[in-house]
């Protein structure tokens, strides 16, 4: 991966006028459209406002329009700073740290927290190959039961292609009628491809739906049946839960799905050639 470093940012965004320029170029990098001309125009920017003109019509547009940064009072430079901390922090950082290095007050952390995280989502991916399927409880230690059954758990499942990408999703529960169609969804029947799992009763049919499907037995202690094992997930897992743990503290079933999604991102582009913040900020003009 290559490096970006404090010193990179700082260079590439030295103030919010190079940050609204970025993103002006990225979200019209072919000219803007302009509705009034009917045809694509040169914009300039127009002094004191964060809006181009249309240089025949003076039509306006904004680039920070239909963003997560869409009518927020907040410096552009400080978002985009934000998104720097969280891409490139391996565990992630909570919102009281994004208010003390941002100095904003909570609530602002707190939203601009919110919305980079909708960036991260990993959605509409399929897996292929040997593909690992587990799922796990997430929340704050109670007495009782543990695992399967515990109470004031939150159920997320995950699937992980070995050497690739993963998919997680916070689930009602582990029922068959829950997480096949989740592992149909994103997981085709593709010659080559196989699930690994381990011998809950839910993962039972995917033979019948066409999968080549091998399980490992854990209530035997068995962790490894030849190629049959689903450590990948769990590393997964054990890496979410230590960054919540020691990051956040604890989460509300309401936004785990947001959390997963920074883990989640973070893993799938761990061994990418292109920085994570640069892969971020991409996506900010497919946002729109």
Same mark, same amino acid.
């Given at each position: 991966?290559?490096?970006?470093?404090?010193t990179t940012f700082n260079a590439q965004f030295p103030d919010d006028d190079s940050c609204l320029d970025f993103l002006?170029?990225? &979200?019209?990098?072919?000219?803007?459209? !302009?509705?009034? !001309?009917?045809?694509?125009?040169?914009?300039? &920017?127009?002094?004191? &406002?964060?809006?181009?003109? !249309?240089?025949? !019509?003076?039509?306006?547009?904004?680039?920070?329009?239909?963003?997560?940064?869409?009518?927020?009072?907040?410096?552009?430079?400080?978002?985009?700073?934000?998104?720097?901390?969280?891409?490139?922090?391996?565990?992630?950082? /909570?919102?009281?740290?994004?208010?003390?290095?941002?100095?904003? *007050?909570?609530?602002?952390?707190?939203?601009?927290?919110?919305?980079?995280?909708?960036?991260?989502?990993?959605?509409?991916?399929?897996?292929?190959?040997?593909v690992e399927a587990d799922e796990t409880y997430i929340g704050g230690k109670r007495p009782g039961k543990r695992g @399967?059954?515990?109470?004031?758990?939150?159920?997320?499942?995950?699937? #992980?292609? @070995?050497? +690739? &990408?993963?998919? *997680?999703? #916070?689930?009602?529960?582990?029922?068959?009628?829950?997480? =096949?169609?989740?592992?149909?969804?994103?997981?085709?029947?593709?010659?080559?491809?196989?699930? $690994?799992?381990?011998?809950? @009763?839910?993962?039972?049919?995917?033979?019948?739906? +066409?999968?080549?499907?091998?399980?490992?037995?854990?209530?035997?202690?068995? %962790?490894?049946?030849? /190629?049959?094992? #689903?450590?990948?997930?769990?590393? =997964?897992?054990?890496?979410?839960?230590?960054?919540?743990?020691? #990051?956040?503290?604890?989460?509300?079933?309401? $936004?785990?799905?947001?959390?997963?999604? /920074? %883990?989640?991102?973070?893993?799938?582009? @761990?061994?990418?050639?292109?920085?994570?913040?640069?892969?971020?900020?991409?996506?900010?003009? /497919?946002?729109?």
């Amino acid at each position: 991966m290559r490096k970006y470093t404090l010193t990179t940012f700082n260079a590439q965004f030295p103030d919010d006028d190079s940050c609204l320029d970025f993103l002006f170029r990225k &979200r019209w990098p072919s000219g803007v459209f !302009c509705q009034i !001309c009917q045809r694509i125009t040169k914009h300039h &920017r127009i002094t004191g &406002r964060k809006t181009y003109g !249309c240089q025949f !019509c003076g039509n306006e547009v904004s680039p920070a329009a239909d963003t997560i940064f869409h009518k927020s009072p907040t410096p552009l430079r400080s978002w985009f700073y934000a998104m720097f901390l969280m891409a490139q922090t391996r565990t992630g950082i /909570s919102a009281k740290q994004l208010q003390r290095e941002l100095g904003v *007050t909570y609530k602002t952390a707190w939203r601009m927290f919110t919305q980079i995280r909708t960036l991260m989502a990993e959605n509409g991916m399929s897996l292929f190959g040997n593909v690992e399927a587990d799922e796990t409880y997430i929340g704050g230690k109670r007495p009782g039961k543990r695992g @399967r059954g515990a109470e004031g758990k939150t159920v997320v499942f995950g699937m #992980v292609e @070995r050497g +690739g &990408r993963a998919f *997680t999703q #916070v689930t009602p529960d582990v029922k068959a009628k829950t997480l =096949l169609p989740i592992i149909q969804e994103h997981i085709p029947t593709a010659p080559g491809t196989i699930v $690994y799992t381990d011998e809950l @009763r839910s993962y039972g049919e995917l033979g019948k739906l +066409g999968y080549a499907h091998e399980t490992v037995q854990h209530a035997a202690r068995q %962790y490894v049946n030849g /190629s049959a094992h #689903v450590n990948n997930v769990e590393s =997964l897992w054990s890496n979410t839960k230590r960054g919540i743990d020691g #990051v956040h503290h604890s989460v509300s079933p309401k $936004y785990l799905q947001h959390y997963l999604d /920074s %883990y989640t991102f973070r893993f799938n582009h @761990r061994n990418d050639n292109a920085p994570m913040f640069v892969t971020l900020i991409d996506r900010l003009a /497919s946002d729109v």
